[in-house]
């Protein structure tokens, strides 16, 4: 017989319970719905009753939180798939309950939900773009750009990129710690506008590139290449390329020279030389950590 999620939270500590009662009150901040301040010195049964009786509210706010991707990930598995960018507690002892999934249900077809995770998708991009830009930032200076309400929103969530900490937000990748401190401490920032912001976690702000536009147009001069291979292009050439540190370029080059080899036939040594020359011009314009974003151009003219 199938468990109820009562049932299973009844089977938690009361530290557990409280991380639950915690991370619903912070959605409640996001969404405008009130708190109990005095829960978290209930005794555990009460807490339970809380907990449940806010159920259908708390999965509310999950599924509002999710992005576009994740909502359709959500609407085609059948044992619903439940995002793992937060410890939501949905899933108990790998359970999800018959009255947790009726719940979900309810809410894949609310249109006044689905309309909020149509525009999360514009708040993470944001976020994302942000982030390539600097490396790391202050978290106060990360609030002052994408704006008080969309972090609150960003910093719920468990990001694969980065890092969301107190006083600051570091790229995953960024690891060494004097960067980090020098990147973090250097307020001297090259601002975007949010919607460039937006392009560039969209990975198609250099699309606008004059450097881009030609190369696409040499790629369809002499390559069967078509509008639907840009996303190719992007994702396995040129991001890869251009989220080098340009203290690594040698490797940087060396691997685009590789990928190149790898996806395209050359008749003449020009062609290919041409095409690298394109997406070397692309990474020159392109914002960069150690420039605080900045682009290489950008820094060589000042």
Request: proline share 1%; net charge positive.
């Amino acid at each position: 017989m199938d468990k109820s999620y009562l049932e299973l939270i009844k089977s938690l500590k009361k530290e557990e319970l409280l991380k639950i009662v915690n991370l619903f009150h912070q959605y409640c901040l996001i969404y405008n719905y009130p708190v109990s301040i005095t829960i978290s010195k209930a005794k555990k049964e009460d807490i339970i009753n809380y907990i449940f009786a806010k159920l259908d509210i708390y999965v509310k706010c999950i599924i509002m939180s999710m992005d576009t991707i994740e909502f359709k990930q959500l609407k085609k598995t059948k044992e619903y798939y439940i995002p793992t960018f937060i410890d939501n507690y949905l899933i108990i002892n790998n359970i999800l309950t018959l009255d947790v999934k009726k719940i979900i249900n309810k809410y894949l077809k609310n249109k006044k939900v689905v309309a909020k995770v149509k525009a999360n998708r514009k708040i993470y991009n944001i976020a994302s773009g942000i982030m390539i830009c600097y490396g790391a930032l202050k978290t106060t200076t990360f609030k002052e750009l994408i704006g008080e309400e969309a972090f609150l929103l960003v910093a719920i969530r468990k990001n694969s990129n980065y890092t969301i900490l107190d006083d600051k937000i570091i790229v995953n990748k960024l690891t060494n710690k004097r960067k980090i401190n020098k990147y973090v401490k250097n307020l001297n920032i090259r601002k975007f506008s949010k919607s460039e912001y937006e392009k560039i976690g969209k990975n198609t702000y250099h699309h606008s590139f004059n450097a881009y536009k030609k190369l696409i147009k040499v790629l369809k001069s002499n390559y069967l290449f078509k509008q639907k291979d840009i996303s190719f292009l992007d994702q396995v050439i040129i991001i890869p390329y251009l989220y080098n540190n340009t203290k690594e370029e040698s490797l940087a080059f060396n691997n685009l020279n590789q990928i190149i080899d790898n996806y395209f036939e050359f008749g003449t040594s020009k062609l290919k030389e041409r095409i690298i020359s394109s997406i070397k011009l692309i990474k020159e314009e392109f914002p960069l950590w150690e420039y605080r974003g900045k682009s290489l151009k950008e820094e060589s003219n000042d």
